[in-house]
T-cell receptor, first 116, second 115 residues
Framework: SQTIHQWPATLVQPVGSPLSLECTVEGTSNPNLYWYRQAAGRGLQLLFYSVGIGQISSEVPQNLSASRPQDRQFILSSKKLLLSDSGFYLC???????????????FGAGSRLTVL | AQSVAQPEDQVNVAEGNPLTVKCTYSVSGNPYLFWYVQYPNRGLQFLLKYITGDNLVKGSYGFEAEFNKSQTSFHLKKPSALVSDSALYFCAVRPFMDSNYQLIWGAGTKLIIKP
């Protein structure tokens, strides 16, 4: 069965420090991968998605970046964190579309980032 | 612009009573519709989806949702609420012809079930 791992679960970082959140998927190949941010425990904002190794699409301009060095690995990074980067970050995967857009997203447990 | 609306920020229901969490959408064409649930400090979990066919869709944990094309709604329902149903519920829509297969998310509705 497929599983998704996301770490770290909790992170407290000072303003200006770098960030690296990692997500890996097991039990599937060529997944679509996503990074979402959830602010204040509510609405979801899609940050990045990837349909293949090295293929990253950014939905919102910001000081964050994403990389996909391997098929089932998705990394969210920042060189210098801002206070506004605080939030709950969620990684998700779905099967690559094969004509149907009805593929379900499976989410990781999330990473809570607090920037002080 | 395409959008999804969850008009209620919070819904309070007594345990054992029926519950409804509302969702309406504005997208072109015939979309795919989804409900997800999020328990505190956790990721989202898939509940159910509508693709085509029967307007009443059954999902996990006894939830169901009714697709109404004329009202462009996809309300989530459960006949008898449990305290453990208390969580944050998200409606999401994927436009049928969206080549990127991206979801449009509602803002979420907090469901509180009181004993």
């Amino acid at each position: 069965s497929q599983t998704i791992h996301q770490w770290p679960a909790t992170l407290v970082q000072p303003v200006g420090s770098p960030l690296s959140l990692e997500c890996t998927v097991e039990g599937t190949s060529n997944p679509n991968l996503y990074w979402y941010r959830q602010a204040a425990g509510r609405g979801l904002q899609l940050l990045f998605y990837s349909v293949g190794i090295g293929q990253i699409s950014s939905e919102v301009p910001q000081n964050l970046s994403a990389s996909r060095p391997q098929d089932r690995q998705f990394i969210l990074s920042s060189k210098k964190l801002l206070l506004s980067d605080s939030g709950f970050y969620l990684c998700a995967w779905s099967a690559a579309p094969t004509g149907s857009g009805a593929n379900v997203l499976t989410f990781g447990a999330g990473s809570r980032l607090t920037v002080l | 612009a395409q959008s999804v609306a969850q008009p209620e920020d919070q819904v309070n229901v007594a345990e054992g009573n029926p519950l409804t969490v509302k969702c309406t959408y504005s997208v072109s064409g015939n979309p795919y519709l989804f409900w997800y649930v999020q328990y505190p400090n956790r990721g989202l979990q898939f509940l159910l989806k509508y693709i085509t066919g029967d307007n009443l869709v059954k999902g996990s944990y006894g939830f169901e949702a009714e697709f109404n094309k004329s009202q462009t709604s996809f309300h989530l329902k459960k006949p008898s609420a449990l305290v453990s149903d208390s969580a944050l519920y998200f409606c999401a829509v994927r436009p049928f012809m969206d080549s990127n297969y991206q979801l449009i998310w509602g803002a979420g509705t907090k469901l509180i079930i009181k004993p």
